[in-house]
């Protein structure tokens, strides 16, 4: 049976780490790669059996995951976030798979989000998924991206789907949903600004409006009450200033060259 190596990227995490880590205590080998925690996540994470490695802060989580990837001993990799938990349902369906020999070397996996006391149906949330989160490395590749990560599949067979789901806790409170969407905005913000587009308020503003329709009425958010209004109402923000902080980038504002208008 193939060994498989979890691989955890944290931060701040000390609320859902354990929860992380303990799910999948029956791989081979568990690392969390820590990227400058101040609260107790590091301590928490070592003393489940965790083999952490500090790493420099977060720099776009392309470039992290492949950083992580390379600290797993082993070629198959479980990567998992700090707020992601395999059921035992999952567990389950992946020592099944590697009582064999896997047919593919990259697997999705789908998750049930939790937020605010109830699971998601709506909001394009309900069982998505994210990057293939089991692969052989040696296959397997990350593209440096500031803000959500793709990948590049370096092998002639499909990516392979996982029936089980992971559990997902996107955020612990309404504090983190704000943080989230101000440190997502900037990553994108970068990352537009390098393709040099023109933006404007209204493109902005449009941009923004269409991500809060397109969450709350096509992908039926309302269905969520509270929690599907603050998925939209974020993600309407997060977009408005990504373009927002794309133009400041571009004009590059600096100190007033003058006085205001009307001063002598």
Same mark, same amino acid.
């Given at each position: 049976?193939?060994?498989?190596?979890?691989?955890?990227?944290?931060?701040?995490?000390?609320?859902?780490?354990?929860?992380?880590?303990?799910?999948?205590?029956?791989?081979?080998?568990?690392?969390?790669?820590?990227?400058?925690?101040?609260?107790?996540?590091?301590?928490?994470?070592?003393?489940?059996?965790?083999?952490?490695?500090?790493?420099?802060?977060?720099?776009?989580?392309?470039?992290?995951?492949? +950083?992580?990837?390379?600290?797993?001993?082993?070629?198959?990799?479980? =990567?998992?976030?700090?707020?992601?938990?395999?059921?035992?349902?999952?567990?389950?369906?992946?020592?099944?798979?590697?009582?064999?020999?896997?047919?593919?070397?990259?697997?999705?996996?789908?998750?049930?989000?939790?937020?605010?006391?109830?699971?998601?149906?709506?909001?394009?949330?309900?069982?998505?998924?994210?990057?293939?989160?089991?692969?052989? +490395?040696?296959?397997?590749?990350?593209?440096?991206?500031?803000?959500?990560?793709?990948?590049?599949?370096?092998?002639?067979?499909?990516?392979?789907?996982?029936?089980?789901?992971?559990?997902?806790?996107?955020? =612990?409170?309404?504090?983190?949903?704000?943080?989230?969407?101000?440190?997502?905005?900037?990553?994108?913000? +970068?990352?537009?600004?390098?393709?040099?587009?023109?933006?404007?308020?209204?493109?902005?503003?449009?941009?923004?409006?269409?991500?809060?329709?397109?969450?709350?009425?096509?992908?039926?958010?309302?269905?969520?009450?509270?929690?599907?209004?603050?998925?939209?109402? =974020?993600?309407?923000?997060?977009?408005?200033?990504?373009?927002?902080?794309?133009?400041?980038?571009?004009?590059?504002?600096?100190?007033?060259?003058?006085?205001?208008?009307?001063?002598?």
């Amino acid at each position: 049976m193939p060994k498989i190596s979890a691989c955890v990227i944290s931060f701040n995490d000390e609320h859902t780490i354990a929860w992380s880590v303990a799910s999948v205590r029956f791989v081979d080998e568990i690392v969390v790669v820590d990227t400058g925690s101040t609260d107790r996540t590091i301590d928490i994470a070592e003393q489940l059996g965790a083999r952490v490695v500090r790493a420099e802060p977060f720099a776009g989580f392309g470039t992290m995951r492949n +950083k992580a990837m390379e600290h797993c001993a082993n070629d198959w990799v479980f =990567s998992l976030d700090a707020d992601e938990h395999c059921t035992r349902e999952l567990e389950a369906e992946i020592k099944a798979l590697f009582a064999g020999e896997p047919p593919h070397d990259a697997y999705y996996i789908r998750r049930n989000n939790y937020l605010m006391g109830r699971w998601i149906r709506g909001s394009g949330w309900h069982l998505d998924h994210r990057t293939p989160q089991l692969y052989r +490395k040696s296959c397997f590749r990350y593209t440096a991206s500031t803000s959500h990560e793709s990948h590049e599949l370096l092998s002639d067979k499909p990516v392979g789907w996982l029936t089980s789901t992971l559990w997902h806790l996107p955020f =612990s409170n309404l504090d983190e949903i704000l943080y989230k969407a101000n440190l997502y905005s900037t990553l994108g913000a +970068k990352a537009q600004a390098k393709t040099g587009a023109p933006v404007s308020m209204w493109s902005a503003l449009g941009h923004g409006l269409w991500t809060f329709f397109r969450l709350y009425v096509v992908k039926r958010g309302f269905i969520d009450g509270w929690a599907g209004f603050i998925i939209a109402l =974020s993600n309407f923000e997060g977009t408005f200033y990504r373009y927002a902080k794309r133009y400041e980038i571009q004009q590059g504002w600096g100190a007033p060259p003058e006085q205001p208008p009307g001063k002598s």
